[in-house]
């Protein structure tokens, strides 16, 4: 990825005028086959810390083959730039050797990962989210023309990733239609994941639509049918 190449995401933050609670459902569907659910909800507390919490199950043909729960939770600060993780988890039903857990060490600059009964420590890059809470972060600025790299860690490791300003648009949902900033993922390889994701204007700029892609031709699109905030 070239820095040349990267043209800052023009922001304006606003972390006071975003919501406080926000509770979220979407449906997950591959070709336009319902195979999942997620659940999210998110708080902010009076002592500007948040807490964010993400369930996703099977259901459908899926919940027959391979009926899987899995939890995310992330806990944190809201500085002015918006969320700051401090600890990150990920937990499976079928599969606890899968689960791990991370702390955001921001004073040290360091991150620590639990992962399969090891730790390891890693340099810690200024910003950085975790995957739940990048999704939250976007209620903190408006999106403009242009690109923008940040730091994202799924809880073994941190990587950075790159993000384009597509358009805006009007799409319809499970829950209604919204008008849209719309953002992609940059990669560098076929091998990469690919990812978009579409943000309500008039809902803080919560996403509304994500479809995630995979190398190996796995399209997974995660749609709204439900959301509250105040």
């Not at 406080?20 to 999942?36: D, P, R």
Request: charged residues 30%.
């Amino acid at each position: 990825m070239k820095s040349a190449a990267v043209l800052l995401l023009c922001c304006s933050f606003a972390a006071s005028a975003a919501p406080s609670e926000i509770k979220a459902e979407y449906q997950l569907t591959n070709n336009g086959i319902v195979i999942g659910r997620v659940q999210e909800s998110f708080v902010r507390k009076e002592d500007d810390t948040y807490s964010i919490s993400s369930v996703s199950r099977s259901e459908g043909i899926l919940k027959l083959l391979y009926d899987e729960t899995i939890t995310l939770q992330s806990s944190g600060r809201v500085v002015a730039k918006g969320l700051q993780p401090l600890r990150f988890e990920e937990r499976r039903m079928r599969d606890p050797r899968r689960d791990v857990e991370a702390t955001f060490d921001w004073d040290s600059g360091q991150f620590e990962s639990h992962f399969r009964g090891e730790t390891s420590t890693l340099p810690l890059p200024r910003d950085t989210v975790d995957r739940l809470t990048m999704m939250y972060q976007f209620m903190y600025f408006k999106p403009r023309a242009g690109s923008f790299v940040f730091a994202m860690s799924n809880g073994r490791k941190v990587e950075r990733y790159m993000y384009r300003f597509v358009d805006e648009v009007r799409i319809a949902t499970p829950l209604g239609e919204f008008d849209t900033f719309h953002l992609e993922r940059v990669v560098d390889t076929p091998k990469d994941n690919r990812a978009e994701v579409w943000l309500a204007k008039e809902r803080d700029n919560f996403p509304v639509r994500v479809v995630f892609d995979d190398p190996k031709g796995l399209r997974i699109e995660q749609s709204i049918v439900a959301l509250q905030s105040r």
